[in-house]
């Protein structure tokens, strides 16, 4: 890494999940939702195999509910689902381990779920066509723990340190983190995903005010692009701070549900004056990790 750091000290450490079959709870009201209008649908949500979706592609206009890109996976022990939630990092490596693509290898790209129980990875849709739902697909991951020595109020989460190299993060002659985004997106279009934990899941961009959307140009948004949150601290959870910035990567696809929108990852945070978004249009991970 170009920026000082103690990348030679983390820890690099397997972690594993299984391709998740999407679901759907069995509440009364399932298996149909509720619109931004009150209307009932009825659509793919997160989770699975998809074949058509990846890294690149527009984060809208999908019939879909919070699609994720690629391949989701989780565990069903719980806290085997946690560390693997947690450790994994975006960016970090991974491999399958059965079934007819046993050895086909991926990038980790994001994190969610309903309760953000989901790591979603990118692979080749030639090698999505041999996977199955069960099949085990292992990480290596590493970076958690990471740290910039001359970035001390700048907090990292879910961030590899391959991320930072391939953004081309640097200091600027004000001592801020420099780091390009290709949009930046207010506090007031934040929505669910707030009361969870930002060290492993998704934030939603809310698009019902379509108007606004377009507005401020992020109704071009794609799947992987890097975006910053302006006045929003997630040093711990997630929530409302003037001054404060996160860095996130687009990683599920829009919805219809009011609160929610394209949901983010968020890999940087610094309470004030630590990050400085360099609005550079095309940043996106795809191009970064030559997906």
């Known amino acids: 890494m170009s920026l000082a750091s103690n990348v030679n000290k983390l820890i690099s450490v397997s972690v594993m999940g299984q391709i998740a079959s999407p679901g759907f709870p069995g509440l009364p009201a399932e298996p149909y939702r509720l619109d931004s209008d009150g209307r009932p649908f009825l659509l793919p949500t997160y989770g699975g195999i998809v074949y058509n979706v990846s890294v690149g592609d527009s ?28 450790l994994a990092c975006v960016g970090n490596t991974a491999m399958v381990m059965t079934g007819d693509a046993r050895g086909a290898k991926g990038v980790v790209t994001g994190k969610s779920g309903r309760f953000s129980e989901h790591v979603i990875i990118h692979f080749s849709t030639a090698d999505r066509e041999k996977m199955a739902i069960g099949d085990k697909i292992n990480i290596k991951a590493h970076g958690v723990g990471m740290v910039l020595a001359d ?23 004000d001592g801020r983190l420099n780091v390009p985004v290709s949009a930046v997106i207010p506090p007031h279009l934040l929505g669910a995903g707030a009361g969870l934990t930002s060290e492993g899941g998704s934030l939603h961009i809310q698009t019902q005010d379509r108007t606004e959307i377009a507005s401020l140009g992020l109704d071009k948004l794609r799947l992987g692009d890097v975006v910053a949150l302006t006045d929003y601290d997630s040093s711990f959870n997630h929530g409302y701070l ?50």
């Open 242 to 291: 003037r001054g404060a910035v996160g860095i996130c990567v687009i990683g599920q696809g829009d919805s219809p549900r009011a609160g929610y929108g394209p949901g983010v990852t968020l890999v940087m945070t610094a309470m004030a004056g630590g990050i400085n978004p360099v609005v550079t249009p095309g940043v996106n991970i795809k191009d970064v990790f030559g997906l």
């Open 59 to 86: 984060a809208y206009g999908w019939m879909a509910d919070c699609v994720h890109p690629g391949v989701s996976i989780s565990l069903k022990d719980d806290t085997g689902n946690r560390g693997l939630n947690l």
């Open 151 to 173: 970035h001390p109020g700048v907090k990292l989460k879910s961030c590899s340190p391959g991320l930072i190299d391939g953004l081309e993060v640097t200091t600027g002659s």
